[in-house]
């Protein structure tokens, strides 16, 4: 690399692919924010990369992406090589690309990141692999030899699919099987269309079923299926069911008409923004809550700073609420979702009031939500897990005026009564034990299931969803004695 090359991050500044005019974000536009790169824009991005000899971003990629070695590739133009290369590591790397934290994980560690701007590592990701299947590339499996063994997937979600994927890689085929009617867990029915279109999720389906992956949607093991029955028909089972355990923070008042709880408004938008039903299925227990308010000119407060918060408030803001809150317990360097969709929020006109601890829901005669009552906070000793506690600042009590109030607090996984009376244990907390020193990776305390992504881990992230279900596949072949893909990066 010549002395010019290695000080290109010098001229070119950090580049992210063009957004949506905020004019029509703020005017109901629910395409994908950010748009894609042309070759040129790619190479120069790509370009900016100082192959600094000690890759921090692939060590901090939970996959261990070969961040440096494909960014080379997309300089050279070598695309299909660069699509190929993600995949040895990463089974949804297109949607990595688009949805993950970058600025916490593989950007948030890079070199340039101290002065110049991070390489924009997500958006390289999202144009090599959009660019190698709109030109045909497919993973090839053609010197794959088939083992003859069958493995029951659970959950089409991301962890499902990282498995489903590294199966039919190793030899094994895999059926997947999921109560909706679409692949994608949270992908397709979680996350809003401005942070992931669902063509993307289509496209994934059709590659999947061309490496001979075998989807029964529409089938919820426990009900329609025992799992019992699936251990008899396949050689050993995967769990990758997720978290829907809802945490409604118990508040006071939160029975009033106009609360709503986070994941049934951002589904029912879904089905709004696509036309249609995207499962055909209501959600169980939710079908009253699920009616889409009118916000047009509302006051929108949502309660909560994940991932799932900032969903709602864009969404609301697309939707035509007057004026958009988010009220978070701690401070905005304690935020866990990505910086970057914080920046989009506020760009959009969310206000952020940040250190309010939710007290209860006011609500007028007719039991209709006034506002939110809390309490201003101050960050005061760490928890267990090293998060500071928000601490109550006495006499500060205030309300904030609403007429919708969406409850974002999250979710967390349980062990449902179907997995327990088959031995599977599970945390108090309701995660599922899986992996650990006597068992194989990501086994669970039956021998033959395996468990992995956010029923494991408690609700996290997409990219380390995929990365348990690609680990746990190659835990179900070290038990079914074949070779699987090799998980760790490998070189250009
Ligand atoms: P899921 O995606 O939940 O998939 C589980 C699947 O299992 C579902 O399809 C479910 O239908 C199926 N299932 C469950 N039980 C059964 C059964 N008995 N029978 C058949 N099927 C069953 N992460 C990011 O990295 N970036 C983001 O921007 C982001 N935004 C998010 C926004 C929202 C609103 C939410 C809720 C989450 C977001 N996340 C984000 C988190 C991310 O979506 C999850 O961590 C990830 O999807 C977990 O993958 P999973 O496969 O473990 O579970
Ligand atoms: Fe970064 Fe996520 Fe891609 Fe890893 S998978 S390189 S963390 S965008």
């Known amino acids: 690399m010549s002395r010019k090359q290695v000080f290109q991050f010098l001229d070119l500044p950090r580049e992210m692919p063009k957004r949506i005019p905020l004019e029509l974000r703020t005017s109901g536009d629910w395409g994908e924010l950010y748009g894609k790169f042309g070759q040129a824009e790619a190479a120069h991005q790509s370009g900016r990369c100082l192959d600094c000899g000690n890759p921090y971003c692939s060590w901090k990629c939970p996959v261990h992406n070969a961040i440096p070695q494909w960014l080379q590739l997309v300089q050279e133009n070598r695309i299909l090589e660069a699509a190929e290369l993600c995949h040895s590591t990463n089974p949804l790397p297109e949607v990595c690309g688009r949805v993950c934290p970058q600025d916490r994980l593989c950007e948030g560690s890079c070199t340039l990141n101290d002065g110049f701007g991070a390489v924009t590592i997500g958006a390289v990701e999202k144009y090599i692999v959009d660019t190698a299947f709109e030109r045909g590339w497919r993973p090839d499996l053609s010197e794959v030899v088939p083992t003859g063994k069958r493995v029951a997937v659970i959950g089409a979600g991301p962890a499902g699919i990282g498995c489903a994927d590294r199966l039919a890689r190793a030899g094994i085929h895999a059926v997947v099987y999921d109560r909706y009617e679409q692949i994608g867990g949270l992908l397709q029915f979680g996350i809003p269309t401005f942070k992931l279109d669902k063509s993307v999720i289509a496209t994934r389906r059709e590659v999947l079923e061309g490496m001979g992956i075998e989807f029964r949607l529409g089938v919820e093991v426990g009900k329609d299926v ?23 923070g118990g508040l006071p008042g939160q029975e009033a008409e106009g609360v709503l709880p986070a994941l049934p408004f951002l589904v029912q938008n879904g089905r709004i923004v696509a036309g249609n039903d995207p499962w055909g299925r209501p959600i169980a227990g939710w079908e009253d809550k699920i009616k889409l308010p009118d916000l047009s000119g509302k006051r929108v407060v949502v309660l909560g700073g994940g991932d799932t918060g900032m969903d709602c408030v864009r969404s609301s803001i697309r939707l035509g609420a007057g004026k958009v809150t988010c009220a978070y317990r701690r401070d905005e360097a304690s935020m866990p979702g990505s910086a970057r969709e914080v920046g989009n929020a506020r760009e959009e006109g969310v206000r952020f009031l940040f250190n309010r601890q939710p007290l209860a829901i006011e609500a007028d005669a007719e039991g209709r939500a006034t506002g939110v009552r809390v309490v201003e906070t101050r960050l005061g000793e760490p928890d267990a897990r090293g998060r500071r506690n928000a601490v109550p600042i006495e006499g500060s009590e205030s309300v904030i005026e609403a007429d919708v109030v969406i409850i974002a607090f999250g979710f967390s996984p349980e062990v449902p009564e179907w997995m327990q009376a088959l031995g599977i244990e599970g945390t108090p907390n309701g995660r599922i034990v899986a992996g650990g020193a006597d068992r194989l990776p990501y086994q669970t305390t039956h021998p033959r299931v395996f468990a992995g992504g956010d029923a494991v881990r408690g609700a996290d992230l997409v990219v380390t969803a995929v990365a348990e279900g690609r680990d746990a596949a190659q835990g179900i072949a070290e038990l079914l004695a074949v070779e699987a893909q090799p998980a760790e990066p490998a070189t250009a």
């Open 226 to 248: 025992a799992i019992e029955q699936l251990l008899e028909e396949y050689d050993a089972v995967f769990l990758g069911t997720g978290a829907y355990r809802y945490t409604d």
